[in-house]
């Protein structure tokens, strides 16, 4: 199998992983809200802070942290080999340097949790900021309209990272819990949808 392919097959599991282990993991949360859960309360709800908090501060349900940090963990992965791929490939090196930093971000975000503080948040800024603009750089590697696709869904989900910002932003000044909910949605699976149809057209060849 060339290496685009492989990557395209990487992309194409870390779509399908990450939106099935969502579902898994808010299925067996309690009182998941979309209005007031951020996607990373799953993995372990904690006050936000630069430093980290004790575990007693966080609300961690299993096995809704495991599948969480696991498929994060694991999406992180693929996307950097993916990107590692890519480069390999003959692909775009700026889209292989941006997939990169979201897997780096991803690996981030699952392997430490909110209890963490700021490393988290950095981790997940890193896939909200970088991963959109992955994927509208990919749309120099397709053709229309897939293409004007790849561009509508980074900017998608770009639009709402302010958001997310200044929400995060606002506890990080009141140690309150951040409650970014769809927006952080908003961001995330237009992304999640790019990394399925990228994916399926670096395989088609």
Not at 113 to 133: D, R
Not at 180 to 190: D, K, L, R, W
């Amino acid at each position: 199998m060339s290496p685009l392919k492989s990557a395209g097959l990487l992309l194409f599991i870390s779509s399908v992983v990450l939106i099935l282990g969502f579902i898994a993991a808010e299925a067996f949360y309690p009182t998941y809200n979309l209005s007031h859960n951020k996607l990373s309360d799953l993995g372990a709800r904690a006050p936000i802070s630069i430093l980290p908090v004790p575990a007693s501060d966080a609300s961690i349900y299993q096995p809704s942290s495991f599948i969480f940090n696991s498929i994060v963990s694991l999406s992180g992965v693929c996307l950097a080999t993916a990107s590692l791929l890519i480069g390999r490939g003959s692909g775009s090196k700026i889209l292989a340097t941006l997939l990169f930093v979201t897997g780096i971000g991803a690996i981030l975000v699952g392997g430490l949790t909110e209890q963490m503080g700021m490393i988290h948040y950095i981790g997940a800024m890193l896939i909200f900021v970088i991963g959109p603009l992955a994927a509208i750089a990919s749309s120099r590697s397709v053709k229309p309209p897939l293409s004007y696709l790849f561009i509508a869904m980074g900017l998608i989900s770009l639009a709402f990272v302010p958001i997310v910002a200044m929400d995060i932003f606002n506890a990080l000044n009141t140690y309150t819990v951040a409650e970014t909910g769809g927006a952080e949605n908003m961001i995330v699976y237009p992304f999640i949808l790019w990394l399925l149809a990228f994916g399926t057209y670096l395989m088609k060849d």
